[in-house]
């Protein structure tokens, strides 16, 4: 990362990037009915926002909307890892596997290390895995050492895969049934602190270099030159003229766009208290029985939760706003766990879970039929309808940026920008600084790594108004700081933007419910301080 750092030094808020109700209402008005933009975003998932900030940063002027808030779709439901590309080796997408292995480098070493750290996981060889599957899953292990070779990703930056003992294997994930656990294989991929916060920042990041980001804000119908949209919050509706449309609703893409086949695939996860499972200094990567190349990933969060995922089954029909986890989902991660786990983990303590929908292109069934959604390509796409609206679909969060960058380069191709090529491959987001300038904080580790620089003065709220340096609730790290900083700063305009995606206490309903009064007297005071 250059020393140079675009962005407010430890303490600020980089000059323009803070989102409220306040800056909405304008630049609302001068949107709707206004010149027209150069470039117009449907959607702030990842890759939304990440076409904004790409945009904006080749100095076009954009807006960019979304019906409901930023990272309400796809974006927020993820693992909240940074894959580098392994999985995509075995089905022999090289392409895919080493634009992720590049891409999960630029958020490690520069657009975003406050937020991306390297995560270690054990792979458990117990009585379900054969000796020959742990030799192919090691295998598989060092060409994934490989693809961050090939990438330069740094050796500090993500430590190399190794063979463990059955000792050291329980040493760093204590729960595993110890009767016939032969060792184990330790590697290391990347691990957001928060998806949603990855989308915020990227958000703000392009809202500092003029982009209008504009929530709350539905498409009812695009053309190559604008759309017609509500303001979700009055009703009103009004167009939005642009020199080019970019489709990147996800799911919901092929709504707004004639054409456009999406083949949607849940992927859902439970979420435990971490107590019930005790210490895991380590995430697990644990083997589905009878599958070759498919794990239960267990993923211990750091704030008293752990993660159990994912699934990959296909899903028809209309698409719902909020996807849920079905009982059958639910009941094939528990058994999964059962498998390798001393620990009993029963339906009832299953204390939240999550699903989301990734979006797949369909493509066609061969002659063999629809393939599983497991086995279709995360490859994305960028397709240019006929009326010239350009629609990115496909993908993955840890590709984001190079979706956003290949959708403004059709963009700019397709109707002549005046731009140059992207820059973000090293255009740090806010918060982001080297791993020197993040030690040297002064602010809890938490908070910086949520945060990055501008954790100190998150915390400092705490100065003016000791109740803010409060826990939410009782036996969750969230402060009553960083609501009124969501407020303040990201955008946040209700309970609901607060606890499900700000923060997420959501994702357990009972912390949600012990939190809401929280929530409501933070967006309270933001509207009374207007």
């Known amino acids: 990362m250059s020393p140079a750092h675009p962005y407010a030094g430890p303490g600020g808020t980089a000059p323009g990037s803070s989102l409220t109700a306040a800056r909405r ?109 742990a030799a192919l899953a090691w295998a598989g292990l060092r060409a994934g050492d490989g693809l961050r070779l090939a990438a330069r990703t740094a050796r500090a930056t993500l430590p190399a895969p190794r063979r463990l003992s059955a000792v050291e294997t329980r040493h760093l994930a204590p729960a595993l049934r110890r009767t016939g656990l032969r060792g184990g294989l330790l590697s290391w991929d990347g691990r957001l602190a928060d998806d949603a916060r990855l989308v915020t920042a990227v958000a703000r990041t392009a809202a500092a270099r003029d982009a209008r980001i504009l929530t709350r804000v539905r498409a009812l119908e695009l053309t190559a030159r604008g759309a017609r949209v509500r303001d979700e919050l009055t009703g009103e509706e009004g167009e939005i003229r642009a020199r080019a449309v970019i489709n990147a609703s996800g799911v919901w893409a092929g709504g707004l766009v004639d054409g456009i086949r999406i083949r949607p695939s849940r992927g859902t996860h439970l979420v435990l208290r ?124 840890t590709t984001y940026r190079r979706m956003a960058e290949d959708a403004v380069d059709a963009a700019v ?5 005046p731009a140059g090529p992207s820059p973000t491959a090293s255009l740090p987001l806010v ?25 100190p003065a998150v915390h400092a709220l705490g100065n003016h108004d000791p109740r803010l340096r409060e826990p939410v609730l009782e036996g969750h790290p969230v402060t009553r700081a960083e609501l009124a900083w969501a407020v303040r700063h990201e955008g946040a305009l209700d309970e609901a ?6 923060t997420r206490i959501g994702l357990v309903p009972a912390d949600r419910d012990a939190a809401l009064p929280a929530a409501r007297e933070a967006v309270g005071e933001a509207l009374g301080s207007r």
């Open 413 to 417: 191709a397709a109707h002549r920008l």
């Open 274 to 397: 971490a107590d019930r499972l005790g210490p895991l200094p380590a995430g697990l990567h644990i083997p589905v029985p009878g599958e070759t190349n498919r794990f239960v990933l267990v993923l211990p969060q750091g704030d008293g939760r752990v993660y159990v995922g994912l699934t990959d089954e296909p899903v028809d029909g209309e698409i719902p706003d909020v996807p849920q986890a079905p009982e059958t989902d639910i009941g094939f991660l528990l058994d999964v766990l059962g498998s390798a786990l001393d620990v009993p983990v029963q339906r009832d303590d299953v204390v939240g879970a999550f699903a989301g929908l990734r979006p797949l292109l369909d493509t066609g069934a061969g002659s063999g039929g629809a393939p599983r959604t497991a086995d279709i390509s995360r490859r994305h796409a960028v397709l240019t309808s006929p009326e010239g609206v350009i629609t990115v679909v496909g993908g993955k969060l």
């Open 25 to 133: 209402a304008p630049e609302l008005t001068r949107t709707v009915g206004g010149p027209a933009v150069d470039v117009l975003v449907v959607g702030l998932g990842a890759t939304g926002a990440g076409a904004a900030l790409d945009a904006a940063a080749r100095g076009l002027t954009v807006a960019a909307i979304d019906a409901h808030d930023l990272a309400f779709g796809t974006s927020r439901w993820s693992s909240k890892l940074i894959h580098g590309g392994l999985r995509y080796l075995a089905s022999a997408q090289l392409d895919v596997a080493h634009e992720s292995a590049v891409e999960r480098g630029v958020l490690m070493e520069r657009t975003a290390p406050h937020l991306v750290g390297a995560q270690p996981f054990v792979l458990p060889l117990t009585p379900l895995v054969s000796r020959g599957q």
């Open 497 to 502: 933007d607060l606890l499900d995606r700000r």
């Open 431 to 455: 918060g982001a600084a080297s791993p020197q300038v993040l030690s040297a904080l002064r602010a809890p580790r938490r908070l910086i790594r949520r945060y990055g620089t501008e954790a």
